[in-house]
């Protein structure tokens, strides 16, 4: 069978110290996971639950330590992250069964137009522009369950230029990795490939052209680029 135009390739993440890459399916979000980084952005986290968006696939960012600044904003902000690779899914997953699902975790940032996102909830419109942009989710190499396995507690940090912006520990987050599986598959049907960012700690700020960024999750693995 012919194609009308050569189909897209597929993003296929690295695995750590594996010849083997990992194929992405879609890339979910949760919003507001850390009670004190809701509490910076204006939010009650005892009112409000944590809740998803998404990012497109290849905004991933990866194989390359270069972030591009993108357009049509004056604020960028930086949001370190856990996320979950899975490489099962399904609707309506137990607790129980949530983490039979995961293949590995990696260290990511959920770059974040913070300008733009200001608009759009002012406006009640979506967040696809402050969220879903060219390579706007950097991302390390998966490491797998059999290496790292679940960590569930561990620093997770990001600097800016040398001096620390965000500090806090995986075991702040309000929903767990299995609470964030089995909430994701009643609205969604999961699958193998999908890939979640779980949220950030306080402490996000702006990035400018020139800045060098460093951050990690202890357990897990560190994660360095430049801003161009
Ligand atoms: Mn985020």
């Avoid at 012919?2 to 979910?28: C, H, I, M, W």
């Avoid at 990511?108 to 967040?127: H, L, V, Y």
């Avoid at 620093?155 to 500090?167: E, P, T, Y």
Wanted: aromatic share 8%; net charge negative.
């Amino acid at each position: 069978m012919s194609t009308v135009f050569p189909p897209p390739q597929p993003v296929l993440l690295p695995v750590a110290d594996r010849e083997d890459r990992f194929p992405v399916r879609r890339v979910y979000c949760v919003g507001r996971n850390y009670a004190d980084h809701a509490i910076e952005m204006g939010h009650d986290p005892s009112r409000e639950a944590p809740f998803f968006f998404q990012k497109n696939p290849d905004n991933l960012l990866f194989g390359n330590d270069k972030f591009p600044y993108p357009p049509l904003s004056e604020d960028v902000h930086h949001e370190i992250e856990m996320a979950i690779a899975l490489k099962a899914g399904g609707a309506d997953i137990g607790l129980e069964d949530a983490m039979a699902c995961v293949y590995g975790y990696a260290v990511a940032i959920d770059f974040t137009r913070r300008d733009r996102q200001a608009e759009a909830k002012a406006a009640g419109r979506p967040w696809e522009i402050a969220k879903a942009f060219e390579h706007s989710a950097p991302i390390s190499p998966i490491l797998p369950v059999e290496t790292v396995g679940h960590p569930s507690s561990g620093r997770i940090w990001l600097n800016v230029n040398g001096v620390i912006k965000q500090d806090g520990n995986l075991d702040q987050m309000i929903w767990k990795v299995p609470e964030i599986i089995a909430e994701l598959s009643r609205l969604f049907v999961l699958a193998p490939g999908d890939v979640i960012l779980t949220g950030t700690p306080a402490g996000v700020g702006a990035v400018h052209r020139g800045d060098r960024i460093n951050c990690g999750i202890d357990g897990i693995t560190t994660l360095s680029l430049s801003v161009v």
